[in-house]
């Protein structure tokens, strides 16, 4: 088994850069996930990982094997696309087999791959169909089955899910992640859905406009979002950004400036260290909506920071109800308990938990 590393990879169509300088390093056996906004790069480097792109410059290994040049059939991959591309005329069975038949592999080979690639996809009584006669989620299993008994070192996979209806997607989404806990293959695996990458991964690359803004562990992404950007895209709905000013009254809190009056968000250590000093300065609060909740939402919590504001819209979601109000004149929603009595036009008692604030450099939009 073996992981893959990029180094310092460029990518230009003519004068347009596509890639600009990836530095990325998986580990064997790894879920790497590639997730970012349409059009950031994310299928052109998983292109050219498989060998389908050339690349501008830099190098690109799978193991210790330097594969910048070598062309795609001797990279011991398989891939998966979004169009599932099996062949309509062939059996699923041949669809399955038909890359041994071309490689000459024994016909009890064969039946036995197909076998137990069938029972580990749940498709045995669909070996005779043709694609034609098959669900969305049947062909998705089949274009699964024909990369997996190939058994490669390394699996690719570009946006997979996105022909399946919503409920599909998540049961294919469990289904891949069981067949890569059995595997244990490396997997990498491009989506440009933000839960996906979260569910599947063992670790994230977030992309942006040929960037990797952060490659990390699904929490580290949550948790602690290296930039804006990151803060922005992970998460739904999206962590709030609010914009204000660093102020110090006897402690250091963010000052946002609203019609109905300023209001002051304390800041706990370790965030008030990271801007000791800096009273005036410019900064973008960041608060994921499930740290802000109706009062008594989290009483067991320090660092609580009381506000109320007027109800615009409320959003029930069964499990969670999201109330959306606006600060600063920005929008701003609470995940709240569905008990949590609100009513639109009318004040509600929020409680903001600090500790889970971020702080973000209003300029470059990095974290503090
Ligand atoms: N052959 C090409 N010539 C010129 N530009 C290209 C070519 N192929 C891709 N691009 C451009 O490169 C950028 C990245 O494309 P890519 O397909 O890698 O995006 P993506 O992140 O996979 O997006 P999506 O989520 O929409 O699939 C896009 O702006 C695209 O227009
Ligand atoms: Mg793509």
Redesign the pocket.
Known sequence: MSGVTLENVWKR??T?E?LKGIDLAFEPGEFVVLV??????????LNIVAGLETLTEGEVRIGDRVVTHVPPKDRDIAMVFQSYSLYPTKSVRRNITFGMEMRGVDKAKQDKSVADVAALLHIEPLLDRKPAQLSGGQRQRVAMARALVRDPDLFLFD?PLSNLDAKLRIEMRTEIKKLHQRIQKSVIY?T?DQIEAMTLASRIAV?DQGHVRQFATPDEIYENPADLFVASFMGSPPMNILSGRIVDEGGLAVEVSDEAGPVRFPLPDPLARSVAGAAGRSVKLGLRPETITGRDGQQRVADLFAFERRIEVIEPTGPDTMLITSLGGEELIARVRPEDRAQVGQPFAFEVNMAKAKLFDAESGRRL
Not at 36 to 45: A, H, M, Q, R
């Open positions: 169509f003519g347009t596509v970012g906004p349409s059009g950031c790069g994310k299928s052109t480097l946006e491009v440009h992309m």
